[in-house]
């Protein structure tokens, strides 16, 4: 397959198709966890209440999977715009077999501490058995959800876009069909409850993984795998964790920023950690399409960086923020608009409704501006700036919303909570905008210099 389309197609088109497949994907995928977080409330708030306080380990387990993923996403993408297919597949082998290797180890620690994690937050019996029976079966997946996530990151560096979303739509309505038969116990599938909901999220991960594992048999991609690239290559495996390991980071901090903030609330009342719950679940609708979108500008970003395409670099950054922030933009009106029917498909309690109908609206005050982060960090991770990358991610998700919601709850309660969210956006929006700038600016001005020497064009 002949990858130079990536330097070559006008920008916004061929940004629109790598990135509307991603979109599409994102939004089932956010669909899935509304809609499993709605079936599993249906069992009780106390099930609600597990789910919430096992996402931010479940979202760490995706965020040592999809940042290592990031990492070989990019050095594919840059290794191919150079030219150089051998080191891409090198890149794909070496990546995939960490990746497998992260899957056990998360599994053999994440299930043993669930217990002890789940008391840091509450003394419920209940709530703690609920999560417990959840994690313990959806953590055993792990393996297969970081195979099937790096095999999406590696399909998207050489622009298989559809694949990945083919995979994903698969994976996910899989899930949404499976969820109310084996939570409810529907036809001949026994009334499994929030077992049932574990069971269908671990299945729908494994069709994800089987359709790539057909579709790189079926349909073969630039880079492959090869039994000569599993010997340890210090430049590769170091790369890819200097690109990876900051973007787990990246991803992994909303966990502990979760973690935190439960803390706080649960302090309050148990209603306002169902509250930070139910809002983590609908911002994926918003988020993951945002995602979606950044997904699709990493490999092109990646690739005409490493072409020498600078001017390419960033009309595709620029254009990338406008289609995000059209997204936080619609997301900040349903938010104001819909705010009460969105709490009440997850809780039939008022004043959980009416405390979380006040949280939506405040939050959202800092969607639009938060599209500056999210596509500088993007774009800094396709272009390997890891490091750069989680400076902002660190600005965002530590060191201003943490002393910001501490702050404000003693004086506005569980209220100012609300507040540190938005404040937080505006304040990492200038961050990142200055950041992002002068380390592409920098970069740019360190490889020109490198190609004058060698007297190549770039």
């Keep these: 397959m002949n990858d130079d389309f990536m330097k070559e197609k006008p920008i916004l088109p061929l940004l629109t198709s790598m990135a509307f497949p991603m979109v599409i994907s994102m939004l089932v995928g956010s669909l899935y966890n509304i809609v499993d977080s709605f079936f599993v409330a249906q069992i009780s708030e106390k099930a609600m209440t597990a789910l919430s306080l096992v996402f931010p380990v479940q979202n ?34 070496q990546g995939m077999l960490f990746s497998v290797i992260h899957g056990i180890l998360a599994m053999a620690v994440c299930i043993p501490i669930m217990p ?8 419920d019996g209940t709530v703690i058995a609920l999560g417990v029976r ?17 095999f999406e990151k590696i399909f998207q560096s050489v622009g298989r876009m559809k694949i990945a979303m083919a995979s994903m739509l ?34 729908g991960q494994v069709i994800t993984l089987g ?3 057909i579709m ?14 599993l010997a340890f290559n210090k430049s590769v495996d170091v790369r890819l964790y200097a690109i990876g390991i900051p973007a787990m980071l990246n991803l992994a901090l909303p966990s502990l920023l979760i973690s935190f903030l439960n803390a706080i609330l649960a302090m309050y009342s148990q209603s306002y950690v169902v509250i930070l719950g139910i809002y983590y679940k609908l911002q994926t609708f918003l988020y993951l399409p945002v995602n979606g979108i950044v997904q699709g500008m990493r490999p092109l970003i990646g690739y005409n960086f490493g072409a020498g395409e600078h001017g390419r670099v960033k009309k595709i950054y620029g254009i990338t923020l406008c289609m995000s922030g059209i997204i936080m933009l619609l997301g900040t009106v ?9 709490i009440g498909l997850f809780t039939d309690n ?57 702050l404000l709850c003693r004086i506005m309660g569980p209220v100012g909570v609300w507040n540190a969210f938005w404040i937080t956006e505006f304040m990492t929006a200038v961050i990142a905008a200055i950041v992002y700038h002068r380390s592409v600016n920098m970069a740019g001005g360190v490889r020109d210099h490198a190609c004058l020497r060698k007297k190549e064009s770039c």
């Design 216 to 229: 790189y048999v079926a349909h073969p991609i630039p880079v492959h795998f090869s039994r000569r690239y």
């Design 170 to 203: 698969c994976g996910c309505i899989s899930n949404i069909i499976l969820d109310p038969l084996l939570i409810f116990g529907i036809g001949f599938f026994p009334e499994m409850g929030i077992t049932g909901a574990a069971i269908a999220t671990g299945i």
């Design 350 to 406: 008022p004043e959980t409704i009416l405390a979380g109908q006040t949280a939506l609206r405040i939050i959202s005050a800092g969607f639009i501006v938060s599209a500056v982060s999210v596509t500088s960090s993007g774009a800094l991770e396709g272009l390997g700036k890891g490091t750069q990358s989680l400076i902002i991610s660190l600005f965002r998700y530590l060191f201003i919303i943490i002393p910001a919601a501490s």
């Design 211 to 213: 359709i790539y594992l």
């Design 334 to 342: 349903a938010c104001l608009t819909w705010a009460r029917q969105l």
């Design 60 to 93: 760490f387990i995706n965020a040592v999977s999809i940042g290592y993923g990031i990492g070989i996403n990019a050095l594919i993408a840059f290794s191919l715009g150079a030219g150089n297919k051998s080191k891409a597949s090198l890149t794909a082998t």
């Design 116 to 123: 002890a994690f789940l008391r840091l937050f509450t003394s």
């Design 134 to 150: 959840y994690s313990s079966i959806a953590f055993l997946f792990s393996p297969i959800i970081m195979a099937g996530l790096s």
